[in-house]
């Protein structure tokens, strides 16, 4: 029988009504995760890795034990390539920062594939006008479909870095992120992977996927907002200069200097947040207790469900095509005749969270022609029941607009 998960997640019994279907923007927090941050700052809280006290030892432990788990579950050969900042639109913008503004001049090349999230966009846009690189767009097909070959001839001697998301956030496709890895390093061209959908929903391994570079947020992970990832090859990561400079991130200072600290501390400057991290530790042992078998087959039961359902309604087309299997927890579609945002209020009067805009992917949107769509995106800790409110409510929805 299947184990009722919304009873780990206090929101579901405080709005027993709500039908949650906003994952992909941020997931919903277990019971174990709030207690794992509260306990944090009820029994440790104190400044970490500097203060030798117990207190501080215990928060420094921690914080340390938390990055620790990071790296466990996604495979990092060392804990020195686990850095700790805001989100993955942070973890993004230190690698365009840091690495980009050390290694690109005039004439390099940067190639970002069109689906990507404005935060694996935009500080790519940023570091070609700074530098003189040159920005390209790796384009899919209207299913969202990337190729290898494609890839290939995308690829020049010249370019240097590619970005790409191992899960698109508006498609729900996943991408071949470890051949276009390989792919990328017989050219001589580092790998940036947005795992922001990804590491929350399937196994992500970052030996195994041979990613140069890898972010992630906690908060989609059911762990608290403000915690995110970085995980980076620690010969780049040593290689690369601070991207903010302060508190923590030094070995000593002089009126003239300063001797950063070691990996990856060099890359955390100022008073971390150890009550974030605890509750990414305990989002993790949350995860690894449900399994990953089972989050897999929960989710994807409920996209085909979801698929099947919307595939059958006049008027409503998916993004990405009615193929279930591509959409790993996350469908995108339009109604004809009904603008996002009015779907979205339509749902919200009926206790359903879905998303309406461009989702922070709009050269996306106008590659593929629609200028924005609505989006439903779910987690284990959905059941057939969301589903079917969900499908209920937008099979009467252009009638509740007007339409007959």
Not at 355 to 363: D, I, S, Y
Request: hydrophobic content about 40%; some cysteine; proline content about 4%.
């Amino acid at each position: 029988m299947q184990q009722n998960r919304k009873a780990d997640f206090p929101v579901f019994a405080q709005f027993p009504e709500l039908v949650y279907l906003d994952s992909a923007a941020t997931s919903q927090k277990p019971a174990a995760v709030i207690e794992a941050e509260t306990a944090y700052y009820r029994e440790a809280n104190a400044n970490p890795l500097r203060g030798l006290y117990d207190l501080s030892v215990r928060a420094t432990e921690t914080y340390e034990n938390a990055r620790e788990a990071v790296r466990q579950f996604i495979g990092a050969a060392s804990t020195r390539e686990i850095v700790f900042t805001r989100n993955a639109t942070e973890s993004l913008n230190l690698i365009a920062y840091s690495w980009g503004r050390t290694n690109l001049r005039s004439g390099d090349e940067i190639l970002v594939a069109i689906s990507e999230h404005h935060s694996n966009m935009l500080p790519w846009q940023m570091l070609a006008r700074e530098t003189g690189a040159i920005l390209r767009y790796l384009e899919c097909d209207q299913s969202g479909i990337y190729t290898s070959d494609g890839l290939r001839a995308a690829l020049t001697p010249n370019t240097k870095i590619f970005a790409v998301a191992q899960i698109s956030n508006v498609f729900g496709r996943i991408n071949p992120v470890a051949d276009f890895a390989e792919i990328c390093h017989e050219n001589g061209t580092l790998i940036v992977c947005d795992g922001a959908q990804s590491v929350p929903h399937i196994p992500v391994d970052v030996h195994a996927l041979d990613v140069d570079f890898l972010a992630f947020s906690g908060h989609k992970m059911f762990a608290p907002m403000g915690i995110g990832v970085l995980y980076g090859k620690e010969e780049y990561l040593q290689k690369m200069p601070p991207f903010l400079y302060g508190g923590e991130m030094i070995e000593y200072v002089t009126r003239e200097g300063a001797k950063y600290a070691e990996l990856p501390h060099k890359f955390e400057a100022g008073t971390v947040n150890v009550g974030g991290a605890a509750g990414l530790h305990a989002a993790i042992d949350y995860m690894n207790t449900v399994g990953f078998s089972e989050i897999m087959r929960r989710e994807q039961e409920l996209t085909a469900i979801a698929v099947q359902e919307m595939a059958r309604i006049p008027h409503v087309r998916i993004i990405g095509g009615d193929d279930p299997k591509a959409h790993h927890g996350i469908v995108t579609f339009a109604v004809d005749g009904v603008h996002p945002h009015d779907i979205a209020a339509v749902f919200d009067a009926d206790h359903i969270a879905i998303r309406a805009g461009h989702h922070c992917a709009q050269p996306l949107h106008q590659h593929i022609g629609v200028p924005s769509t609505a989006r439903m995106s779910l987690a284990f800790y959905n059941d057939e029941q969301d589903i079917e409110i969900f499908v209920n409510t937008l099979k009467h929805l252009r009638r509740k607009m007007g339409f007959e």
